[in-house]
């Protein structure tokens, strides 16, 4: 029953489940390690802090609404031409403003059972229904998603690499999905964790989304370059996309300090390198290690690993020792996937300190 005598949401939002964002605190620890949110543990770099402290002195003026230096820098850094990309606040504002511009009614998008949820909050905003391809082997796969198109399919959302699975579609995969969809669909092919994969069949798919009509490629400040706490991410896309994406963009979505720090990091080459490297070191040792104790770890091409325990319980039971020892990982319950926790890969102290907690948690 509607209330007549309040103003009532739109039908269904009352429906989205909101989204819980990876916990910060634990009660009576003063500095717990925060490991569940993919950050990078390393902070941002040096040479994007000072541009950030330097922007200080021009907070005042409203930012440049194209982002034109920005544009400019990512432009040149990946190969791309500047008009064809979208700028957010976060990729997570790229996948509204997608959502927003093509989404009517009674449409969907289809992704995988695993997907992102922050696809899925915008698409049920804009009345759309979600299809989710089953992922048995934690995977996406283009059959899967391929299966769940219907007439009313107006974009697909594959991650790659996947949060929280880990798990990541190789090139000739992502060509697969493409060659199968109708050309009115939209593919957002996410490549927020791209710079940590090594994996040689993983590609970019920046070379494919040039060619084509349908394909955004988005891409993010927050992992590699540190800068989750700025809200910078991008989605490179036909330009007939990015043009009808303007129309609607709220016109000052990415800050002034955002801009120049984002700039910055994009030059700091040996910050990207450290990164990438903490992750390369520690993610095959976490991996290793963990399943040395006797529980389950997906290979994992992202920055986090994701590890399955043999049930809820066990997992909850995990995760309470876990913050006993000051360490917060994430539970994806949210996701369907109750008995697993994603621990973000952290510094060396960090990671010990996941490591000893979950040896003594194995040992009872
Ligand atoms: C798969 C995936 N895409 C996108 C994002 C969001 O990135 P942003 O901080 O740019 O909104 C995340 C953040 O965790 C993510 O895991």
């Given at each position: 029953m509607t209330d007549a005598t309040a103003p009532a949401p739109k039908p269904g939002i009352l429906d989205i489940a909101p989204y819980v964002g990876g916990k910060s605190r634990i009660e009576g620890v003063a500095e717990p390690m925060k490991?569940?949110?993919?950050?990078?543990?390393?902070?941002?770099?040096q040479k994007a802090r000072e541009a950030f402290e330097a922007a200080v002195r021009n907070i005042h003026i409203y930012p440049d609404g194209r982002a034109t230096k920005l544009r400019g820098a990512v432009a040149d850094h990946h190969g791309l031409e500047p008009e064809r990309l979208i700028f957010g606040n976060g990729s997570d504002e790229v996948f509204a403003l997608l959502n927003q511009t093509y989404l009517t009614p009674g449409d969907n998008i289809v992704t995988g059972q695993y997907g992102f949820l922050a696809y899925r909050i915008s698409a049920l905003a804009n009345q759309a229904s979600v299809k989710l391809a089953p992922e048995p082997q934690f995977k996406a796969t283009p059959e899967a998603l391929l299966a769940e198109v219907d007439e009313r399919t107006r974009i697909v959302y594959v991650s790659s690499p996947s949060n929280p699975t880990g798990s990541y579609n190789t090139a000739e995969e992502i060509r697969r999905l493409h060659e199968g969809l109708r050309p009115d669909i939209l593919l957002v092919i996410d490549e927020?964790?791209?710079?940590?994969v090594t994996e040689p069949d993983w590609e970019t798919s920046f070379p494919l989304a040039r060619d084509s009509e349908n394909i955004v490629v988005t891409r993010t400040f927050s992992k590699i370059h540190g800068l989750g706490g700025l809200r910078i991410g991008f989605g490179y896309a036909p330009l007939k996309v990015a043009e009808a994406v303007d129309r609607i963009r709220?016109?000052?979505?990415?800050s002034v300090p955002g801009i120049e720090a984002a700039v910055a990091a994009l030059g700091d080459e040996a910050h990207q390198q450290a990164s990438r490297d903490l992750i390369q070191t520690w993610r095959p040792r976490m991996t290793q290690a963990i399943r040395g104790f006797g529980f389950e770890v997906l290979p994992s091409a992202g920055n986090f690993v994701l590890v399955r325990f043999s049930d809820a319980a066990q997992a909850q039971g995990a995760n309470d020792y876990l913050n006993s020892k000051g360490v917060i990982v994430r539970p994806v319950g949210g996701y369907g996937l109750p008995d697993c926790l994603r621990i973000t890969i952290g510094t060396e102290d960090q990671n010990r300190a996941v490591l000893d907690a979950l040896s003594e948690f194995a040992a009872g």
């Open positions: 490991l569940s949110s993919n950050e990078n543990m390393l902070g941002a770099g927020a964790y791209a710079e940590y709220l016109p000052f979505n990415v």
